[in-house]
């Protein structure tokens, strides 16, 4: 008789350190200037308008910059990566101007259209009735994924 087993193994690499998120960087919208953690200061890569018409400025540091940088292990997810030659150093954004709708408004008038209705429909056939069978005929009123 020959067992198969089915279980994996996932290994996750656990940080110690937190790193700086983007509020350690200094920006200033009116200039649209930005400034990393150590005081580099980060090139405009775009501006662009997100899906709830919000306008957005990104920024990105030079590969020079942070390959010579003492806060690397703090400043980037993945220190090595500026090792490489097609690198690239850290990159963050930031909402200049907040005049858009909220996601959820956004959803709602996705889901209210024409075709929202019909994705939506399809899916009360499709999904709600394997969490019915989850709910009812297996007894399991909570899990999570």
């Not at 290994?11 to 005081?39: M, S, Y």
């Not at 405009?44 to 690397?72: P, Y």
């Not at 990159?91 to 939506?120: A, N």
Request: a positive charge; hydrophobic letters at 30%; aromatic letters at 6%.
């Amino acid at each position: 008789m020959i067992t198969i087993s089915t279980t994996h193994t996932h290994q996750r690499t656990v940080r110690t350190t937190a790193i700086f998120n983007r509020r350690q960087c200094l920006c200033n919208p009116i200039k649209q200037t930005c400034e990393c953690p150590a005081g580099k200061p980060l090139s405009k890569e775009s501006k662009i308008t997100d899906k709830c018409g919000n306008n957005k400025a990104f920024f990105k540091g030079k590969l020079a910059d942070c390959r010579n940088c003492d806060l690397k292990s703090k400043c980037l997810r993945n220190p090595s990566a500026v090792e490489k030659v097609n690198g690239h150093g850290r990159q963050v954004s930031f909402i200049l101007k907040k005049t858009g709708t909220p996601y959820t408004d956004w959803m709602k008038l996705r889901v209210d259209c024409k075709k929202g209705k019909q994705i939506y429909s399809h899916r009360m056939s499709v999904v709600e009735p394997v969490f019915g069978n989850i709910t009812s005929n297996k007894g399991l009123k909570r899990f999570s994924l």
